[in-house]
């Protein structure tokens, strides 16, 4: 399923909606990576890497977010609700696909 949604996305969805997803995606494994940094009995280089993650990508998402606020404030009702709905089904994939027990228990988070 997760390969016939990410295909279908890249080959109908106009270019708008591919950022908002991409975006979207970035943010919520940030998240993911801040809880996962500030858990107390994850490995140490884990928190060390996500550490430098974040700070190398602060720079970065200064562009996307003003681009993200750009995108929505000039989309109509029907546009918002439609990037919306990108937004969601993108964050379902990253819970579905990559937040899996089997995962965060091997990196020593009990508790996800």
């Known amino acids: 399923m997760h390969k016939f ?3 279908f996305s890249n080959k109908y ?3 708008d909606y591919l950022f908002m997803g991409s975006i979207s995606v970035e943010l919520v494994t940030d998240v993911y990576g801040n809880y996962a940094r500030r858990a107390p009995n994850i490995y140490l280089s884990l928190k060390k890497c996500s550490t430098c993650i974040i700070l190398k ?3 970065i ?3 996307p977010k003003s681009l993200l606020k750009t995108y929505s404030a000039r989309a109509g009702y029907i546009k918002r609700t439609l990037y919306s709905y990108v937004i969601l089904f993108n964050i379902l994939f990253v819970r579905t696909m990559y937040v899996k027990k089997k995962y965060t228990s091997r990196i020593g988070l009990e508790k996800p």
Do not use: I, N, R, S
């Open 13 to 15: 969805l106009p270019a």
């Open 5 to 7: 949604f990410g295909e």
């Open 57 to 59: 990508k602060a720079g």
């Open 61 to 63: 998402y200064y562009l």
